[in-house]
């Protein structure tokens, strides 16, 4: 039977993480459903499942490929914001954070110094604020 399986299975894309979150989102779907009652997240949890399965199965690997990086990218940058902001957090009692006026870039300096002139590192535009 496993063999079976493995030759039903060549050629086509398999799992992968963004499959492995629609199935845990069609999960989720279907709990919500149970406790509701309601046939809408039933409905969105069988449509989820749905394209999973067709997403597994299907032969047009470089897409499924594609699908998948771009959804990797975006829980990278995610991943990213959301570690900046933690850290933004922890520093927040002993620094201050400003954008540049000029080119956006963040610029972390020090409290408690009064007015100060900060010179961006990027562009080196010079601007004033209280630290």
């Not at 949890?45 to 597994?56: S, W």
């Not at 990086?69 to 990213?80: E, F, H, S, T």
């Not at 540049?100 to 020090?110: G, T, Y």
């Amino acid at each position: 039977m496993k063999q079976k399986i493995q030759h039903f299975m060549m050629g086509r894309y398999g799992a992968d993480q963004l499959g492995r979150l629609l199935m845990g989102v069609s999960v989720a779907f279907l709990l919500v459903s149970l406790l509701t009652r309601l046939d809408i997240f039933y409905i969105i949890a069988l449509g989820t499942m749905a394209y999973e399965y067709y997403r597994m199965m299907s032969r047009q690997v470089e897409r499924r490929y594609a699908e998948n990086q771009k959804y990797l990218n975006g829980r990278y940058l995610l991943v990213v914001k959301w570690n900046r902001r933690k850290e933004h957090f922890r520093q927040r009692k002993t620094h201050h954070f400003y954008k540049c006026p000029a080119c956006k870039q963040k610029v972390r300096v020090p409290k408690g110094k009064g007015r100060i002139c900060i010179t961006c590192p990027k562009c080196k535009e010079e601007f004033i604020r209280k630290s």
